[in-house]
């Protein structure tokens, strides 16, 4: 049984840093694509960052640019996403998602619908 499970959320200060950590089990994700979304209260479920593969290409989405990273540790089956100044408006339920299919090249999967195992998520809260 595949699971993602996420870790790293918390309460900060506007321009703090987190680090959230998405470990998986059950199978390995190395060649596939991993993201971070993230949910705040009303809102949709957003794209944050992608990493096509471990060691391949990133993709962020332009509210995070800058400020987030994602990158992956394939001996620990694990994708981090390092955030720092943290904004009110990055509050939010963050999600890790993977891909069960791999797909040669750089494409960046940026839509929800696009993978097949979520995380369980983790809440961020940033106060001003």
């Known amino acids: 049984q595949v699971q993602l499970v996420e870790s790293g959320g918390g309460l900060v200060q506007a321009g703090d840093s987190l680090r959230l950590s998405c470990a998986a089990s059950?199978?390995?994700?190395?060649?596939?694509?991993m993201s971070w979304f993230r949910q705040a209260p009303g809102k949709e479920r957003e794209f944050v960052a992608v990493?096509?593969?471990?060691?391949?290409?990133?993709y962020y989405a332009d509210s995070v640019k800058g400020r987030f990273t994602i990158s992956r540790d394939n001996a620990k089956n694990t994708v981090y996403l390092q955030m720092n100044s943290l904004k009110p408006e990055d509050t939010a339920v963050y999600y890790c998602?993977?891909?069960?299919?791999?797909?040669?090249?750089?494409?960046?999967?940026?839509?929800?619908?696009?993978?097949?195992?979520w995380g369980q998520g983790t809440q961020v809260t940033v106060s001003s």
């Open positions: 998602a993977a891909r069960s299919s791999y797909r040669s090249g750089s494409y960046f999967y940026t839509r929800s619908s696009e993978y097949d195992y």
């Open positions: 059950g199978r390995t994700f190395g060649r596939n694509a």
């Open positions: 990493s096509v593969r471990s060691g391949g290409s990133t």
